[in-house]
């Protein structure tokens, strides 16, 4: 599996951006996907993770009720919409897959090359 992220850029504070995660193979929609970010100078970080079918998911505390993660099986692309950013979700977002759906990055067996996000105060 080989995972492309796109959609970061620069935004105000409380403003929205989504990213995506495109996926080459024809196994991906068997795997579950998580989003990462490493903020500068601080170790990669769990951000939200949705399973193989999009029925499950699970975010981390900062994120709740601002963040979204959703997926399209036919289009190959997991999706995370971000609402009411904050400067302290900058960092660069990166997505994972793996066939075991959990929220630690040492499970992950594949990874996207990284988007980054800026938001401005």
């Known amino acids: 599996v080989q995972l492309q992220a796109s959609g970061g850029g620069l935004v105000q504070a409380g403003g929205s951006l989504r990213l995506s995660c495109a996926a080459s193979g024809r196994t991906f929609s068997t795997y579950a996907t998580a989003w990462f970010r490493q903020p500068p100078g601080k170790e990669r970080e769990f951000v939200a993770v949705?399973?193989?079918?999009?029925?499950?998911?699970y975010y981390t505390d900062s994120v709740k009720g601002r963040f979204t993660i959703s997926r399209d099986n036919a289009k190959n692309t997991v999706y995370l919409q971000m609402n009411s950013l904050k400067p302290e979700d900058t960092a660069v977002y990166y997505c994972?897959?793996?066939?075991?759906?959990?929220?630690?990055?040492?499970?992950?067996?594949?990874w996207g090359q990284g988007t980054q996000v800026t938001v401005s105060s």
């Open positions: 949705i399973d193989w079918s999009g029925s499950i998911t």
């Open positions: 994972a897959a793996d066939k075991n759906y959990g929220s630690s990055r040492y499970q992950y067996d594949y």
